[in-house]
Nanobody
Framework: QVQLVESGGGLVQAGDSLRLSCLASGRIFSDYGMGWFRQAPGKEREFVGATSTSGGRPYYADSVKGRFTISGDSAKNTVYLQMNSLKPEDTGVYYC??????????????????WGQGTQVTVSS
């Protein structure tokens, strides 16, 4: 069982940066692919970016490519989502998720095994 807790959300202006953190209860880096998703009011949960257990580079949605970066600190069991040049359309609740033995990057939310509670990001124009 893996428990995930996101933090770092907030209210920022367009062009600002935020770093979200996802703290895991157990060892995740070697056993789980990690994904970030977001959900705006009235919309479906949307893929943002993800890693796999194969050690390859993270994969990002086109809407955030070049602005968002996923990284991790294995000693802290924490995965980060660095968000730069934020836009109002980035507003939403951001979730991290873990998928067991994920050799490949997975973009579909229903294929993830564990989810955090989410953290709100609001970008004003």
């Amino acid at each position: 069982q893996v428990q995930l807790v996101e933090s770092g959300g907030g209210l920022v202006q367009a062009g600002d940066s935020l770093r979200l953190s996802c703290l895991a209860s157990g060892r995740i880096f070697s056993d789980y692919g990690m994904g970030w998703f977001r959900q705006a009011p009235g919309k479906e949960r949307e893929f943002v970016g993800a890693t796999s257990t194969s050690g390859g580079r993270p994969y990002y949605a086109d809407s955030v490519k070049g602005r968002f970066t996923i990284s991790g600190d294995s000693a802290k069991n924490t995965v980060y989502l660095q968000m730069n040049s934020l836009k109002p359309e980035d507003t939403g609740v951001y979730y991290c998720a873990a998928r067991r033995s994920s050799m490949f990057v997975v973009t579909k939310a229903n294929l993830y095994d564990y989810w955090g509670q989410g953290t709100q990001v609001t970008v004003s124009s």
